[in-house]
């Protein structure tokens, strides 16, 4: 099963840009690329997918290896209210078993 | 407002008691999943639902009963509890397709003792 990798930590300073890295190196073609995020005791976020191409939305930029098996989260100006653990996703399509949250990566940002 | 409601928000309960979270949405989204939380780590999936009385096993389903009535209702139930079921529940609900967010409620943290 297709399941991703992300450092344990990340700091940024207030107001500048944020990249998130995530390897996922068992990607298969049908795998789609998620971003959710998780403040302090809430449920987590959607913030962004993707299959092939970068995608954009009001939240984040999401940037995908012309081969797949890495992806980057790019916050482009970070505010103290996006320090949360953000978790990349692999989703097999018609398939909810595959929804593998991990670990994921918990980011500070500093005033 | 429209969105996804837990309750109870928090519980605490003693081994071998049945105890049930509860999750209500309004968005008449037809996939329904219960998740759980445990402390540092990640969220993990015990039950989802396609719609009305169908449901299916997640990653982890042992001592977890769930059942869907209605659309916007998806109960989930631990019919004895053991201290390894403390934890933070998620409930989430998405439209038909597969690739579409999940929208999480709040959590319920849930106590055995």
């Known amino acids: 099963d297709a399941k991703t990798t992300q450092p344990n930590s990340m700091e940024s300073n207030e107001e500048e840009p944020v990249h998130l890295p995530c390897n996922h190196s068992?990607?298969?073609?049908?795998?789609?690329i998620h971003w959710y995020r998780q403040l302090p005791s809430q449920g987590p976020e959607y913030v962004i997918h993707?299959?092939?191409s970068n995608v954009n939305n009001r939240m984040a930029s999401l940037a995908i290896a012309e081969d797949r098996k890495s992806s980057t989260l790019i916050l482009h100006r970070a505010t103290l209210r996006d320090a949360a653990v953000y978790y990349c996703?692999?989703?097999?399509?018609?398939?909810?078993?595959?929804?593998?949250f991990g670990s994921g990566t918990k980011l500070n940002v500093k005033p | 407002d429209a969105g996804i409601t837990q309750s109870p928000r928090y519980k605490i309960t003693e081994t071998g008691r049945q105890v049930t979270l509860m999750c209500h949405q309004t968005?008449?989204?037809?996939?329904m999943f219960w998740y759980r939380q445990d402390l540092g780590h990640g969220l993990r999936l015990i039950y989802y639902?396609?719609?009305?009385?169908?449901?299916d096993k997640g990653e982890v389903p042992d001592g977890y009963v769930v059942s869907r009535s209605k659309t916007e209702n998806f109960p989930l139930t631990l019919e004895s509890a053991t201290r390894s079921q403390t934890s933070v529940y998620f409930c989430?609900?998405?439209?038909?397709?597969?690739?579409?967010?999940?929208?999480f409620g709040d959590g319920t943290r849930l106590s055995i003792l």
């Open positions: 989430a609900s998405s439209e038909a397709d597969s690739n579409q967010p999940q929208h």
């Open positions: 068992t990607i298969s073609g049908t795998d789609y």
């Open positions: 993707g299959l092939t």
């Open positions: 996703i692999l989703r097999v399509v018609y398939n909810f078993n595959k929804f593998y």
């Open positions: 968005w008449s989204h037809s996939y």
């Open positions: 639902s396609a719609a009305a009385d169908i449901t």
